[in-house]
C-alpha cells in the first residue's frame, strides 16, 4: 500500500495502520503496520475469513453490524469504534481502534458502496492504563466510602466550594440540595470554624502547607457531629494561599469512645477507692476483738464473695448501667438449688445506675447472710420475696422474710445490719430495716 512519505512517517509515529476493503471483490489490502497489529504475514493475501478469524468472537457481531451502517447509502456511518482482536501469529488478546469511510459510486443507476477504507491504532496499553486507574479510583472509593470520608476544594479567590454526595451526606444535606460555602460554615458550631481556621494560619506561619484539625458540626438534621478535616493549602505563583484542597472524615464515634474510656477510666479509679475503702470497714468491724476467729473469716470471705460478683457484672456490662435481676440472682445464688429456691424475684425490669453496683451487692449479701444465720433461709420451709418497682424516676427494692424461726430481738446491733444501716444507706435514696417477729424486712429506694 503506497503512500507519500510524510504521511507514512505520521502513522508511523502514531502507530497507525491503513486498511482498504473492495467491496466488489471481496479483497484487502493492508499497509505493514497494519498487518504486525493484526499478526499477519508481511506479505501475503488477506481474505475476509483471516480478518473474521482474528476479531473476538464476542466483538464480530458488533464489528460487523458497524460494517455495515458503514456501507449503507443512507447512513454512511463513520464513528470510530473500539473491539478486541485475537493476533493471528499469537493469539494474544489486544485492543484496536478502528475508523473508515465508504465510498460509493453509481451502478446501474443504484448508489453503490465500492470501497471501505480506513486505519487501525492498537490501544492496548492505553485500555490497561485506564483499567488499572479505574480500578485504582474504585478501590479509593471504596476506601473513602468505609471511612465516612468526603473529597472537598475550596477556592479562595472564588469562595467556591466543589459539592459532592459524600460532604453532603456528612453535613445531613439531601441529595438534590446545592448547598454554598456558607450554608456549609452555618453547620459549625459556635468557635469551631475560627478554629479551624488558626489550624491552617499556624501551619502558614510554620513555612507548612498541610494541616489537620478535628472540630465540631451541628448537621441539618440537628445530629451533633464531630469531624477531622485534613487539608493541603495550595498557593499561588506569589506564594498566597489560592485553594484549599482534602478530605473530611466522621470521627465522631471515635472521639465518643476517647470520651467514653476517660470517664471508665476516672470510674474504675473511683470504684477501686471505694471498694477498697469497703474493704477496710468490713475488715474492720469483721476481725473486731471477741469474735470467733473462724466465724469472722467465713464472713469476710463471703462479703468479699459479693464484692467480686458486683464487680463481675459492672464489667460485663462494660461499666454502664446494670441489670438488676442479675445482680439479685448473683448474689443470691449460693443459697438456691434446683431442688430448693427458697426466693420468689417478682417485678420491674430496671436498669441501675453503676455506682449502685457494689452498695445493693453488699446490702443483698448482707440481708442473704443474716437470713441463713437467723432468718428464713435458716428454716426448710422459709422463704424470702423479694419485689422490684419503678416508676422511671426512681425504683425500690423489697426484701419480705417469711416462715422462718420466730425472731428474738435484742438489744446488739451485728455489723451486718451495721453495714446495711449506716454505712451503705447513704448510697441510696432511702433504706428501711426492720426486724418483725415473722422475718425481716428492707426496704431500699434508689435514684435512677
Not at 61 to 89: C, G, M, N
Not at 138 to 154: P, T
Not at 213 to 232: H, N, P, Y
Not at 235 to 264: F, K, T
Request: glycine share 6%; proline share 4%; aromatic share 8%.
Amino acid at each position: 500500500m503506497n503512500s507519500d512519505p510524510k504521511l507514512e512517517l505520521a502513522l508511523r509515529a502514531a502507530n497507525i495502520g491503513i486498511w482498504d476493503w473492495d467491496l466488489l471483490t471481496n479483497r484487502f489490502e493492508y499497509s505493514d503496520r497494519a498487518r504486525a497489529i493484526y499478526g499477519f504475514n508481511p506479505s501475503g493475501e488477506i481474505t475476509y475469513q483471516m480478518v473474521r478469524d482474528v476479531t473476538h468472537p464476542d466483538d464480530f457481531p458488533f464489528t460487523s453490524a458497524q460494517a455495515k451502517r458503514a456501507i449503507d447509502p443512507v447512513l454512511r456511518e463513520d464513528r470510530p469504534y473500539e473491539y478486541r482482536i485475537l493476533r493471528a501469529d499469537t493469539g494474544e488478546l489486544r485492543w484496536v481502534r478502528a475508523e473508515g469511510n465508504a465510498m460509493f459510486e453509481e451502478i446501474g443507476g443504484i448508489r453503490t458502496p465500492v470501497r471501505y477504507l480506513g486505519c487501525v491504532q492498537d490501544i492496548t496499553e492505553a485500555k490497561r492504563a485506564a483499567s488499572a486507574l479505574d480500578d485504582s479510583e474504585r478501590r479509593q472509593r471504596l476506601a473513602i466510602e468505609a471511612a465516612g470520608m468526603a473529597i472537598w476544594e475550596f477556592d479562595l479567590r472564588t469562595n467556591l466550594m466543589a459539592n459532592s454526595p459524600d460532604l453532603k451526606r456528612l453535613f445531613g444535606f439531601q441529595d438534590d440540595d446545592l448547598p454554598g460555602i456558607d450554608d456549609f460554615r452555618d453547620c459549625y458550631l459556635p468557635g469551631e470554624r475560627e478554629r479551624t481556621q488558626q489550624a491552617a494560619m499556624a501551619a502558614l506561619a510554620e513555612g507548612e502547607t498541610h494541616f489537620e484539625v478535628e472540630f465540631r458540626i451541628k448537621r441539618r438534621d440537628s445530629q451533633e457531629r464531630w469531624l477531622l478535616l485534613r487539608a493541603e493549602i495550595l498557593l499561588s505563583e506569589n506564594r498566597e494561599p489560592e485553594r484549599l484542597v482534602g478530605v473530611l472524615m466522621d470521627i465522631d464515634e471515635r472521639r465518643r469512645n476517647a470520651e467514653r474510656q476517660v470517664l471508665l477510666m476516672r470510674e474504675l479509679n473511683h470504684r477501686v477507692k471505694n471498694s477498697l475503702s469497703v474493704v477496710q470497714s468490713i475488715a474492720g468491724q469483721t476481725f473486731k476483738r471477741g469474735i470467733d476467729v473462724g466465724d469472722s473469716l467465713e464472713a469476710f470471705r463471703l462479703r468479699l464473695r459479693a464484692l467480686a460478683d458486683a464487680n463481675d457484672i459492672l464489667v460485663e456490662s462494660e461499666w454502664s448501667s446494670f441489670d438488676l435481676a442479675t445482680l439479685i440472682e448473683k448474689v443470691t445464688s449460693p443459697y438456691r438449688s434446683q431442688a430448693l429456691d427458697p426466693f420468689t424475684i417478682e417485678g420491674s425490669h430496671i436498669r441501675t445506675p453503676p455506682r449502685l453496683n457494689v452498695p445493693l451487692a453488699l446490702t443483698l449479701n448482707e440481708l442473704a447472710t443474716n437470713a441463713a444465720k437467723y432468718g428464713a433461709l435458716a428454716a426448710p420451709e422459709g422463704k424470702v420475696l423479694i419485689y422490684c418497682h419503678h416508676d422511671g424516676v426512681s425504683a425500690s427494692i423489697e426484701w419480705t422474710e417469711l416462715g422462718g424461726p420466730r425472731v428474738v430481738q435484742t438489744s446488739r446491733e451485728g455489723f451486718g445490719l451495721t453495714l446495711i444501716t449506716k454505712i451503705l444507706a447513704a448510697e441510696f435514696k432511702r433504706i428501711e430495716y426492720q426486724l418483725l417477729p415473722e422475718g425481716a424486712r428492707c426496704r431500699i429506694e434508689i435514684r435512677l
